[in-house]
């Protein structure tokens, strides 16, 4: 009986001369004069690859693995909000307004592994009824968006127009959530000027790429 | 998932119609009062009719008021058709 390994011990295993049989990802026999190797693209792109490249992996099955995959999600609220008591337009005459609604909304990452952006988008339109000399302006995040008055000899009912604004450019820790706060405003109320309805939009688009 | 609608009273007595991606999502107004929707739906004509009813409260002033300057002007002498215009009175004249 041969022996091994410089034991006694029977040998129970021999190593092959043949050519290895190689599948899908890998090439060569296994000789010096062909490894046995990966069988890889030619990295086609202007950026380093030892810096910009992804990993592979392998997963408990032994499975190679490649980065995340990317996951996107998205997630609005609308708000109508009506005021029975047709509050009078602040008079405050500055760049920022008095908040007269805050809305919000929770934004989730849907990537339990890496950070995400998140792109927000807000729409709002409020209800003026503008007696004859009534003026008001409303402000979304701060910002006037909307100023409006009456200079004819009627009351002007339920004036409006919609506006939107791109407000939010925000990262998300790995599977967190984050609080969006939307900041409406009023403002420059004169002559009588009332509100009765704020109506609001928030979108948020979300990417973990 | 389909959006979800809920109804909300505020501390200050304004009423809100929710509609979310996530129920939930856009959270509750300090002082809120959740709404079942119909305590909602109810809530929400309620306020509806308010608003209309300051409207025509409005309208009404404008109206009197400017019959008060047509009536005005007539006595003055002014042609009918230029105290309309100038008044702004739309009331059709009797026939």
């Not at chain 1, 693995?65 to 999600?73: A, G, L, N």
């Not at chain 1, 997630?75 to 805050?102: C, H, I, R």
């Not at chain 2, 006595?75 to 009918?80: H, K, L, S």
Request: with cysteine; aromatic share 6%.
């Amino acid at each position: 009986m041969s022996k091994c390994c410089g034991s006694n011990r029977p040998c129970t295993h021999v190593i092959s001369r043949s050519p290895l049989a190689t599948g899908c990802g890998l090439t060569g026999g296994g000789s010096a004069t062909s490894p046995l190797t990966a069988a890889v693209s030619a990295w086609p792109y202007p950026c380093d690859l030892d810096t910009h490249a992804g990993g592979v992996y392998c997963d408990t099955a032994g499975v190679l693995r490649s980065e995340p995959r990317p996951v996107y999600d998205y997630a609005q609220s609308s708000v109508n909000e009506v005021f029975p008591d047709n509050p009078v337009v602040p008079t405050t005459a500055n760049s920022d307004g008095t908040t007269v609604a805050l809305r919000t909304l929770d934004i989730t990452n849907p990537d339990p592994c890496r950070e995400a952006v998140v792109l927000i988008e807000v729409e709002v339109d409020v209800d003026f009824v503008l007696p004859p000399g009534g003026r008001a302006a409303y402000f979304i995040a701060r910002d006037e968006m909307y100023r409006v008055q009456n200079t004819g000899g009627s009351t002007m009912y339920d004036v409006h127009t919609q506006n939107t604004k791109v407000t939010g450019n925000r990262t998300i820790p790995p599977g967190g959530t984050i609080t969006f706060s939307l900041d409406i405003g009023m403002g420059w109320g004169a002559g009588g000027a009332t509100y009765n309805r704020v109506q609001s939009f928030v979108r948020a688009m979300i990417f973990a790429l | 998932m389909p959006d979800t609608t809920r109804y909300v009273r505020t501390a200050s007595g304004s009423v809100m119609e929710i509609v979310e991606s996530d129920p939930g999502a856009a959270g509750m107004p300090e002082g809120g009062q959740e709404l079942t929707d119909e305590e909602g739906q109810a809530a929400w004509a309620e306020a509806e009719a308010r608003v209309t009813a300051y409207a025509e409260q409005l309208r009404a002033a404008d109206d009197a008021r400017h019959e008060a300057a047509y009536n005005a002007l007539l006595e003055a002498g002014i042609p009918e058709p230029v105290a309309r215009d100038i008044s702004g009175y739309q009331r059709a004249p009797a026939p």
